[in-house]
Nanobody, 121 residues
Framework: QVQLVESGGGVVQTGGSLRLSCVASGRSFRRYSIGWFRQAPGKEREFVAGYNWAGGTTRYANSVKGRFTFVKDDAKNTVFLQMNNLKPEDTATYYC??????????????WGPGTQVTVFA
């Protein structure tokens, strides 16, 4: 069983920054595939950024490349999402998801409750 807890959301002005954190429970965190999704009101949940253990790669959605940075800290069982130059379209609830089997799929079996990010113009 894996538990995920996100934090770091808030309200910022356009151009501002936030850093989201997701702490994971469970053993062998190093082997997790783990990432961030977001969901805005009335829209489907979409992939933002994540690390795939099987492939050893970090991916980003095109909409956040160059602005967001994903970091996985195995010593702290934590992943971070540094979000810079935020835009109103980044407003959403951000969710951390994980697969302790380290697969390439983005259909993570475990999810956190989410943290709200609001960017105003």
């Amino acid at each position: 069983q894996v538990q995920l807890v996100e934090s770091g959301g808030g309200v910022v002005q356009t151009g501002g920054s936030l850093r989201l954190s997701c702490v994971a429970s469970g053993r062998s965190f190093r082997r997790y595939s783990i990432g961030w999704f977001r969901q805005a009101p009335g829209k489907e949940r979409e992939f933002v950024a994540g690390y795939n253990w099987a492939g050893g790669t970090t991916r980003y959605a095109n909409s956040v490349k160059g602005r967001f940075t994903f970091v996985k800290d195995d010593a702290k069982n934590t992943v971070f999402l540094q979000m810079n130059n935020l835009k109103p379209e980044d407003t959403a609830t951000y969710y951390c998801g994980a697969d302790p089997d380290g697969s390439t799929s983005l259909n993570y079996p475990y999810w956190g409750p989410g943290t709200q990010v609001t960017v105003f113009a």
